[in-house]
Nanobody, 130 residues
């Protein structure tokens, strides 16, 4: 069965970098979205950070996220791996980060979009920025 396991979280100082890793077992990214999410104060759901579709970066939450964070994926030893390289970290980036996968894209106004109703989720990895 599909398992997602996140790692790479930890403590960092403001301005430093961390790279999160999500290893997905028994999972193929083909025609499916996969992304990074995080808890955000004031949000009832996990907030999307970045998503990839067919191993290509598809979307970031906003321009600030795009400038500081980079999502990319690879296949190694039959597993799909999703990375989130985070630079110029800020204290407000402190929270739990989750990897979600499996939601097929949908078409809207001629564009393929990734939703957030992933059937598979990891348990999260904590990031603390001071």
């Amino acid at each position: 069965h599909v398992q997602l396991v996140e790692s790479g979280g930890g403590s960092a100082r403001a301005g430093e970098s961390l790279t999160l890793v999500c290893i997905a077992s028994d999972y193929s990214n083909k025609d499916r979205c996969m992304g990074w999410f995080r808890h955000q104060e004031g949000w009832m759901r996990k907030r999307m950070i970045a998503q990839v579709l067919d191993a290509t970066v598809h979307d970031y939450y906003d321009d600030d996220t795009r400038r500081r964070f980079t999502a990319y994926s690879s296949r190694e030893d039959g597993k799909t791996i999703l990375y989130l390289q985070m630079t110029n970290l800020r204290p407000e980036d402190s929270t739990t980060y989750y990897c979600g996968a499996g939601d097929p894209p949908f078409r809207s106004n001629g564009r393929l979009l990734c939703g957030e109703g992933h059937p598979y989720w990891g348990r999260g990895t904590q990031v603390t920025v001071s």
